[in-house]
Each structure stands twice: as structure tokens, then as C-alpha cells.
């Protein structure tokens, strides 16, 4: 999205010798709009908004994702009514969905019914500490896979927004957020996180 503007719009009347002011107040209105565009949470919300906003004008919106270097279960996962709801949850939070297919791959192989004590699905939410949450994003059931990619998304941008960057939610989404802010605070990043970002660049270069 591109601002558009004219001087003459937002600029009052000058005489002509005060033409350099006019064009000093130019210069600092192109500067906060440009500041205005700038994503607010760099580090940890990093998105191609290109793919996200041309992909509803692509018949073939599975080409996204980077499926060649993916597992079989992923290539069953992505079919184009669930590429097209998935890159939607990405685009309204505004977070990588490169980053996502690399926590769903690390969580649950991209298996929908995948479970691990209390946790189910493709994010692996935990029923115990996340049921009011998926109340109020009014997910049922937590192994449909768009509902706990909702869900899971919903809680990876709740830790995002703390502005501790991409290796502390990651590892909060992990270890709880009191074990990551030892963690964080003693500049430490921990297995789970560091294949993640790591998959994640793997992801963006397979595209």
C-alpha cells in the first residue's frame, strides 16, 4: 500500500520567496509517512505481505508453500481450501506463515490428530492451559486443523507482542514464559527455538 499525496492538499499557502519552507514541510511529511508504513514489530512479526495479498488471484495458491521439501503428511495437509484459511490467519496477525509451518513441523509432523498428554493437534495446544482461550476464538474442537492453527496462532502472537524477538517466544511457546525469561535473560536460546528459525530459513529459501 503507497501513500499518496500533494503538497498543495496539506501545505498552507506560502508566499513565493518562502518556497524553501515549502519544501522543507514536503520533505518531513514523505518522512512521517514512510515512518508510518514501517511494520511496528520488525524482529518479530517479519511477512512477504506480497505473497499474502496476491495469492487470492492465484488458482495454484498451494505454490506458497514450500511443499517439495516437506513430508508426505504436510502435502495431504495443505490442500487449497486449508492453504487459503491458513495464509488468512497469518495475514490477519500479521506473522511470518513460514514461521508457523516450521512450529506446526516441529510440534506435530503436520499431523492433525497428533497428541502428547493434554496437548492436540497441529500446534499441539494444551487443553489445560488454553480452553478459554480457543473459547474465545470459538474453537470446539482442537483437532480441526484450522481452529488450533487459530488458537495457535492467537497464543504465538500473544508472546511476539512481549518485543523480546522470535527466540523468546519460540521458547516460551515451549517452556512456559517464567523458564524463557531465564532463559532470555541469561542470552540463551534453547534446541526447539534455534531448529525453528533455522527451518524457517530453510522454508523461505525452498521458495
Known amino acids: 500500500m503507497a501513500f499518496r499525496f500533494s503538497g498543495r492538499n496539506f501545505l498552507p499557502e506560502t508566499k513565493k520567496e518562502d518556497g524553501i519552507i515549502k519544501k522543507i514541510l ?16 520488525v524482529e518479530a512479526k517479519i511477512i512477504d505481505t506480497t505473497i499474502l495479498e496476491e495469492h487470492e488471484e492465484n488458482s495454484n495458491i498451494t505454490q506458497y508453500i ?4 516437506l513430508s508426505e503428511n504436510a502435502t495431504k495437509l ?17 506473522i511470518d506463515y513460514l514461521l508457523v509451518i516450521a512450529l506446526i ?53 500473544e508472546l511476539l507482542g512481549k518485543d523480546k524477538g522470535v527466540t523468546y517466544a519460540l521458547m516460551a511457546y515451549r517452556l512456559g514464559e517464567g523458564e524463557a525469561k531465564n532463559k532470555y535473560a541469561e542470552g540463551k536460546s534453547i534446541p526447539y527455538s ?8 530453510e522454508l523461505k529459501n525452498a521458495l
Open 78 to 94: 495443505f490442500t487449497p481450501e486449508f492453504t487459503e484459511q491458513f495464509l488468512e490467519i497469518c495475514r490477519e496477525y500479521n
Open 194 to 201: 534455534d531448529k525453528i528459525e533455522a527451518r524457517m530459513k
Open 26 to 41: 514536503t520533505l518531513l511529511f514523505i518522512c512521517c509517512a514512510a515512518f508510518m508504513m514501517l511494520p511496528t514489530k
Open 105 to 157: 513441523e516441529m510440534e506435530s509432523e503436520f499431523d492433525p490428530d497428533a497428541v502428547n498428554g493434554t496437548h492436540y493437534g497441529l500446534c499441539q495446544i494444551s487443553g489445560k492451559w488454553h480452553s478459554e482461550r480457543a473459547k474465545e476464538l470459538g474453537v470446539d474442537d482442537l483437532y480441526d486443523p484450522i481452529g488450533n492453527v487459530l488458537v495457535g496462532v492467537d497464543y504465538l502472537n
Open 66 to 69: 514450500p511443499l517439495d521439501i
